[in-house]
């Protein structure tokens, strides 16, 4: 189970961290990966990381911007947004896929086996 968290409301230009937690054994063996989806719009992908940790791939509208992390020890990934723009408003899907190889970034849905619930972002303007 995916469990994200650290949602809120934020000022354009303000910073929010996301979190979600994974329950489970695997934790090191998953790739694990951001979504979203601002209202009326479908889903897309934000950012990825590999299951050792050690490389990640971004959107190109959140790049140089937000950064996706991983404590493989606490289960645990994260995504510091910074210098937020109201286009970035959405519900924020974490989500996991296992990995047989450390040399993939998954960027498309339906690669993904584990969902998260959401967490809302709101940036005002």
């Known amino acids: 189970q995916l469990q994200a968290s650290g949602g809120g409301l934020v000022q354009a230009g303000g910073s929010l961290r996301l979190s979600c937690a994974a329950s489970?054994?695997?934790?090191?063996?998953?790739?694990m990966g951001w979504f979203r989806q601002a209202p009326g719009k479908e889903r897309e992908f934000v950012a990825t990381?590999?299951?050792?940790?050690?490389?990640?791939y971004y959107a190109d509208s959140v790049k140089g911007r937000f950064t996706i992390s991983r404590d493989n020890a606490k289960n645990t990934i994260d995504l510091q947004m910074n210098s937020l723009r109201p286009e970035d408003t959405a519900v924020y899907y974490c989500?996991?896929?296992?990995?047989?190889?450390?040399?993939?970034?998954?960027?498309?849905?339906?690669?993904?086996?584990?969902w998260g619930q959401g967490t809302l972002v709101t940036v005002s303007s």
């Open positions: 990381i590999r299951k050792s940790g050690t490389s990640a």
């Open positions: 989500a996991a896929v296992l990995s047989y190889s450390d040399n993939y970034y998954y960027t498309r849905q339906y690669e993904y086996d584990y």
């Open positions: 489970g054994r695997a934790f090191s063996r998953v790739a």
